[in-house]
């Protein structure tokens, strides 16, 4: 282990605590998340190194004992010397993973969205069980879902659902579902058995918090009408029902689940702020919005991340290429193997890209850091 790194560690693993107890950090909620996310991460750093340090230490004296050690003693200190060997490589690799960096997105909520896509009502039916996957995995993690919006459809079916998933490793085993699913199967609807190819689109965004996106009203058309269910009947007498545009990007956002306006109007700014965000994020990484857009792509048939074969009971990730005969589990929620595997490849990536990639720029420790530098703010 590098002394100078870990020393520089030190020094802002320092700074950082003093910044959090400056009266202007403590004032601003998204630079007191920031600071606090990279506390925890300077923390781990500093303990896993010290474990390594005395362990390489450790290493050097069972070797410098083994030089004059003799019968017995020369194989309990080489297998000493070995067990530490051992143990100094395995922390070694761990350390190496904390260098990764980091998702930016880690401990936020999710915004699901979910909309059928090609094959009609069954691409409708088939989003109900993508929803329903989602709300069984939420329910195995401890997680919390709050339906923002339902848009049902006339065969029982969801034309779309908008929810938030609030849990603390919400963000980090829910980003890589964004994306086209195709499902293979009879539709209730056939009457010859056929099997037929329909998909639905899943986006997932990282909830943003009020106080990181900024939005100027005279940027925003907000038009108020009636809610109405499947059929485009009348549910509600008032109009209580809200649509907001975002002018300069041409996001639209619209909800009516609720009775009151107000309701409607707060949840819809929640989401709108949402997609904001994640339109910025994408801008910053030189990608504009095709993250988002590649996540819903045209919600063809053929551009898919994943397939589910309810004949052959199959699901496949086409991403890691990781096939499993067990779709009735993962339908009741079972994601686990397909999710660690999509995080394990982010991770094997992550590294790679680390291995040539400049390091990080230091963090910028000053209070004025925090101050909003444009329309959205990214703590």
């Known amino acids: 282990?590098?002394?100078?790194?870990?020393?520089?560690?030190?020094?802002?693993?320092?700074?950082?605590?003093?910044?959090?107890?400056?009266?202007?950090?403590?004032?601003?909620?998204?630079?007191?998340?920031?600071?606090?996310?990279?506390?925890?991460?300077?923390?781990?750093?500093?303990?896993?190194?010290d474990r390594l340090e005395r362990t390489q230490a450790d290493v050097a004296a069972a070797r410098e004992l083994l030089v004059g050690a003799v019968g017995e003693d020369?194989?309990?200190?080489?297998?000493?010397?070995?067990?530490?060997?051992?143990?100094?490589?395995?922390?070694?690799?761990?350390?190496?993973?904390?260098?990764?960096?980091?998702?930016?997105?880690?401990?936020?909520?999710v915004i699901l969205e979910i909309r059928g896509a090609e094959g009609g009502e069954e691409a409708n039916l088939f989003a109900r069980d993508l929803f329903e996957m989602y709300r069984r995995y939420a329910d195995?993690?401890?997680?919390?879902?709050?339906?923002?919006?339902?848009?049902?459809?006339?065969r029982d079916g969801l034309d779309e659902v908008i929810a938030v998933v609030h849990g603390n490793d919400a963000w980090q085993r829910l980003k890589h579902e964004g994306g086209p699913h195709r499902v293979q199967r009879v539709p209730v609807t056939?009457?010859?058995?056929?099997?037929?190819?329909?998909?639905?689109?899943?986006?997932?965004?990282?909830?943003?918090?009020?106080?990181?996106?900024?939005?100027?009203?005279?940027?925003?058309?907000?038009?108020?009408?009636?809610?109405?269910?499947?059929?485009?009947?009348?549910?509600?007498?008032?109009?209580?029902?809200?649509?907001?545009?975002h002018l300069p990007t041409g996001v639209v956002v619209a909800m009516q689940d609720e009775k009151s306006q107000i309701q409607n109007r707060a949840k819809a700014m929640a989401v709108l702020r949402s997609r904001l965000l994640k339109l910025e994020q994408d801008r910053q990484a030189a990608q504009v919005s095709s993250q988002r857009r590649s996540q819903v792509g045209g919600g063809g048939r053929s551009e898919k991340i994943r397939t589910y074969n309810v004949k052959e009971n199959r699901v496949t990730d086409h991403r890691v290429k990781l096939t499993l005969y067990r779709l009735d589990r993962v339908l009741a929620g079972d994601l686990d193997e397909i999710v660690d595997a999509l995080l394990a490849d982010e991770r094997t990536r992550r590294l790679l890209d680390g291995a040539t990639d400049p390091p990080p720029p230091a963090l910028d420790l000053s209070a004025s850091a925090g101050s909003t530098a444009g329309r959205v703010q990214r703590p």
């Open 190 to 245: 056939e009457s010859q058995g056929r099997i037929h190819t329909s998909s639905a689109t899943v986006t997932v965004l990282p909830q943003a918090e009020e106080v990181e996106v900024t939005i100027d009203p005279g940027d925003l058309r907000i038009d108020v009408y009636r809610s109405t269910g499947p059929g485009g009947q009348s549910v509600n007498t008032t109009d209580s029902a809200v649509r907001i545009t």
């Open 140 to 154: 195995q993690r401890g997680w919390r879902m709050e339906i923002l919006s339902v848009s049902a459809s006339e």
């Open 1 to 49: 282990m590098d002394i100078d790194r870990v020393g520089l560690w030190r020094d802002e693993h320092e700074a950082v605590l003093a910044s959090l107890s400056d009266p202007e950090v403590l004032r601003d909620q998204a630079r007191m998340r920031q600071l606090s996310r990279r506390e925890k991460e300077l923390q781990a750093l500093l303990s896993l190194a």
């Open 74 to 109: 020369r194989e309990l200190i080489r297998g000493e010397l070995e067990r530490s060997e051992d143990a100094a490589t395995a922390l070694e690799a761990e350390l190496r993973g904390l260098l990764v960096p980091s998702d930016p997105n880690d401990g936020r909520d």
